[in-house]
C-alpha cells in the first residue's frame, strides 16, 4: 500500500509544481529526505545567511544540522531573543519555513502567533525556501484553512506552555485567548517577485 500512496502523491506533486509555477513560484519534487535536503542546499549557496523560523520540517531532513554546521551565517531563533532574532532574520539571504497546509494548484497558506514567519514570507528575504511534506497538500483553500487550524495548530500549541482551547479538545475553537497561535494567518496565493519563492514537495510526511 505504501508504495501505491508514494506513487499517487509523486504524481500530485506534478500537478501542485504546475501550480507554483502558474503563480510565479518554483516547485521542485523530491522522493525523500536525503534528496529534499540536498534540493535546499542546491537553493541555498555556501556563505548565504540564513534564517528560520521553527521549522520542524527543516530539522527532519537535516537541513537545520547542515546549516549549523556549514558555512553559513544562521539565525537560529532558539539560541536569540524574539525581537533579536525578528530582525536580523529580515535582513537574510534566504528564509526557510513550511507551510501549514497548501492546495494542490499552489496556494500556500500559514498561521501564526507572532508573525516572525508570516512577516518574511510576504515580505522580507530575497528568497524563501519552503520544505512542503506530501501531507499537507489538500484539494481546495478551504480543506487548507481547515488542516491549518484543526490540526496544525492545536499540535503547535502542545508544543508550548501555553493554555488554548485547543490544546485541550485538539480541534480549533476559533478562540480570542491570550495565548492563541492563530493571531495571523497568510495566504500566497502569488508571489510577485519572480525566484522568490521555492516549494520543495517532499513524498514523506513531514512536520505536522
Given at each position: 500500500m505504501d508504495q501505491f500512496i508514494k506513487e499517487r502523491n509523486e504524481k500530485l506533486a506534478q500537478v501542485v509544481i504546475k501550480g507554483l509555477k502558474s503563480r510565479n513560484m518554483t516547485g521542485y519534487y523530491a522522493k525523500d529526505r536525503k534528496e529534499a535536503l540536498k534540493v535546499a542546499l542546491e537553493l541555498i549557496p555556501e556563505g548565504s545567511s540564513v534564517a528560520m523560523g521553527g521549522c520542524m520540517s527543516a530539522q527532519e531532513i537535516g537541513l537545520t544540522d547542515a546549516l549549523n554546521n556549514g558555512h553559513y551565517t544562521f539565525y537560529d531563533r532558539a539560541f536569540m531573543a524574539t525581537r533579536e532574532g525578528l530582525l536580523q532574520a529580515y535582513g537574510a539571504d534566504?528564509?526557510?519555513?513550511?507551510?501549514?497546509?497548501?492546495?494542490?494548484?499552489?496556494?500556500?497558506?500559514?498561521?501564526?502567533?507572532?508573525?516572525?514567519?508570516?512577516?518574511?514570507?510576504?515580505?522580507?528575504?530575497?528568497?524563501?525556501?519552503?520544505?512542503?511534506?506530501?501531507?499537507?497538500?489538500?484539494s481546495d483553500l478551504d480543506q487548507?484553512?481547515?488542516?491549518?487550524?484543526?490540526?496544525?495548530?492545536?499540535?503547535?500549541?502542545?508544543?508550548?506552555?501555553?493554555?488554548?482551547?485547543?490544546?485541550?479538545?485538539?480541534?480549533?475553537?476559533?478562540?480570542?485567548?491570550?495565548?492563541?497561535?492563530?493571531?495571523?494567518?497568510?495566504?500566497?496565493?502569488?508571489?510577485?517577485?519572480?525566484?522568490?519563492?521555492h516549494v520543495i514537495l517532499v513524498n514523506e510526511n513531514l512536520g505536522f
Open positions: 534566504v528564509f526557510v519555513s513550511s507551510v501549514n497546509a497548501m492546495t494542490d494548484d499552489g496556494i500556500l497558506v500559514n498561521i501564526d502567533g507572532n508573525a516572525n514567519r508570516v512577516s518574511f514570507i510576504a515580505q522580507g528575504p530575497e528568497k524563501v525556501v519552503f520544505i512542503v511534506g506530501m501531507n499537507k497538500v489538500t487548507a484553512m481547515k488542516r491549518a487550524r484543526n490540526i496544525a495548530a492545536p499540535i503547535n500549541a502542545g508544543r508550548f506552555d501555553i493554555t488554548t482551547p485547543c490544546k485541550k479538545t485538539g480541534r480549533c475553537m476559533d478562540c480570542k485567548s491570550i495565548d492563541t497561535v492563530c493571531c495571523q494567518f497568510l495566504i500566497t496565493r502569488f508571489s510577485r517577485h519572480k525566484d522568490r519563492i
